[in-house]
């Protein structure tokens, strides 16, 4: 799977941008879908993640309320819509796909990543 990550910026505090990741390779309909970003100095971090059906959603404290991630499976994309950025949001937005496969002989979990994308929140 590549995944292709668009839709950064820069935009002022307290604006919105949309983050995009499009699939290629194969259908991610079975993947759990996420985004992390790291920031400049910093660890990578955990941001948002969507199960394979869009049942359940999870997000970071320091975004809630405020980013919501979404998918469509029939266009192999998953969304970030964030809104009343912060300065702090300021990062590289990775998006992430991962798929557990069963066999007979057990379970492997596969991971892969997009290139990322710049959010540049200025204050």
């Known amino acids: 799977v590549q995944l292709q990550a668009s839709g950064g910026g820069l935009v002022q505090a307290g604006g919105s941008l949309n983050l995009s990741c499009v699939a290629s390779?194969?259908?991610?309909?079975?993947?759990?879908m996420g985004w992390f970003r790291q920031a400049p100095g910093k660890d990578q971090e955990f941001v948002a993640a969507?199960?394979?059906?869009?049942?359940?959603?999870y997000y970071a404290d320091s975004v809630k309320g405020r980013f919501t991630i979404s998918r469509d499976n029939a266009k192999n994309t998953v969304y970030l819509r964030m809104i009343s950025l912060k300065p702090e949001d300021t990062a590289v937005y990775y998006c992430?796909?991962?798929?557990?496969?069963?066999?007979?002989?057990?379970?492997?979990?596969?991971?892969?990543w997009g290139q990322g994308t710049l959010v540049t929140v200025s204050s």
């Open positions: 992430h796909a991962r798929v557990t496969v069963t066999t007979i002989e057990g379970s492997n979990e596969f991971n892969y």
């Open positions: 390779g194969r259908t991610i309909a079975s993947y759990a």
């Open positions: 969507i199960r394979w059906n869009a049942a359940d959603t």
